[in-house]
């Protein structure tokens, strides 16, 4: 285990809904990020948070924000759902050390229906 | 662009066979390079890295990958397989010119799944 861990485990959204991911990150590591993996894909780098403020965005529209707490815990949330965001929702945590990998949680698995 | 390539959907392989699992990246500057393993309704597991040293890194479960500058490869390997290895793999890589601030975005391929037979 990891010791990163998301909630919920499994949700089942409506689409238009808003929806909103927990993750707790490794003691120790101070930077999140988030990956939405779907089906037969590799993981897509959505965005990361660093001392409470994003600083690292990929390919994904606004309505795919977060937040992240002093604790280094964080949030996703993602506005206005769609059927293509049915997917694997990862968090992964790592300390500010180029050399080091970053760890996962078990993951949020989203449908929307 | 960086990118990650794994050309390979899925290996087949007979337990106490050799394994390896393709990947090929492209990134400027040197890589940084992973391997996660992910089973069933889990979560990425970490294997091993190449950051910079000996080109043959070993990892956890006696795999190992060979990094190869001139070809741009990073293939994961086993000498003898298990049924249990069985799983979906995934080879990424981190820009270092990209790390900044604590940026720390991996890129990954597509993934292929593993399948050992008895």
């Known amino acids: 285990e990891t010791g990163v861990t998301q909630s919920p485990t499994h949700l089942i959204k409506t689409r238009g809904q808003q929806v909103t991911l927990r993750c707790s990150s490794q003691s120790g590591h101070n930077t999140v990020s988030w990956y939405q993996q779907a089906l037969g894909q590799g993981p897509q780098f959505i965005f990361q948070y660093y001392r409470e403020e994003e600083n690292g965005r990929g390919n994904f529209p606004p309505r795919f924000s977060g937040l992240q707490f002093p604790n280094y815990s964080s949030e996703l949330n993602v506005n206005a759902l769609e059927l293509d965001d049915s997917a694997l929702y990862l968090c992964?945590?790592?300390?500010?050390?180029?050399?080091?990998?970053?760890?996962f949680g078990q993951g949020t698995r989203l449908t929307v229906v | 662009a960086q990118s990650v390539a794994q050309p390979e959907d899925q290996v087949n392989v007979a337990e106490g066979n050799p394994l390896t699992v393709k990947c090929t990246y492209s990134v400027s500057g040197n890589p940084y390079l992973f391997w996660y393993v992910q089973y069933p309704n889990r979560g990425l597991q970490f294997l091993l890295k190449y950051i910079t040293g000996d080109n043959l890194v070993k990892g956890s479960y006696g795999f190992e990958a060979e990094f190869n500058k001139s070809q741009t490869s990073f293939h994961l390997k086993k000498p003898s397989a298990l049924v249990s290895d069985s799983a979906l793999y995934f080879c990424?890589?981190?820009?270092?010119?990209?790390?900044?601030?604590?940026?720390?975005?991996?890129?990954f391929g597509a993934g292929t799944r593993l399948a050992v037979h008895p």
């Open positions: 992964a945590s790592s300390p500010l050390d180029r050399n080091t990998e970053a760890f």
């Open positions: 990424a890589v981190r820009d270092p010119l990209m790390f900044s601030g604590g940026y720390n975005k991996l890129i």
